[in-house]
Nanobody, 125 residues
Framework: QVQLVESGGGLVPPGGSLRLSCAASGIVWDNYSIGWFRQAPGKKREGVSSITSEDITYYEQSVKGRFTVSRDNAKNTVYLQMNSLKPEDTAVYYC???????????????????WGQGTQVTASS
């Protein structure tokens, strides 16, 4: 049974930092890329970042320079370090596992097969 479990969300003031974790089980870790997505109330889910099994990383334009994705292969875990958080970063953040992007690309949610339950991130004073 595949499980992706996110943790690390919370409430921080604008300018603050959080580190999200995504722990995976039930998949062949080296065969999967891990993506981070977010969904704010009333908005569509959007891709934030992704990391392949070869540690190639991708970022949505608005988070470049502020967010960093990394993976610990010994722990089957991916991290999303989020710095300089803005109110517009407020959303539920999901991690997802995908075996091949194909023509869809690394930030397209349709490219991912397995999803976690999400963790709330709120940047507010």
């Amino acid at each position: 049974q595949v499980q992706l479990v996110e943790s690390g969300g919370g409430l921080v003031p604008p300018g603050g930092s959080l580190r999200l974790s995504c722990a995976a089980s039930g998949i062949v870790w080296d065969n999967y890329s891990i993506g981070w997505f977010r969904q704010a109330p009333g908005k569509k889910r959007e891709g934030v970042s992704s990391i392949t099994s070869e540690d190639i990383t991708y970022y949505e334009q608005s988070v470049k320079g502020r967010f960093t994705v990394s993976r610990d292969n010994a722990k089957n875990t991916v991290y999303l370090q989020m710095n300089s958080l803005k109110p517009e970063d407020t959303a539920v953040y999901y991690c997802a596992a995908g075996s091949a992007y194909g023509y869809l690309g690394p930030l397209n949610s349709d490219a991912y097969e397995y999803w976690g339950q999400g963790t709330q991130v709120t940047a507010s004073s």
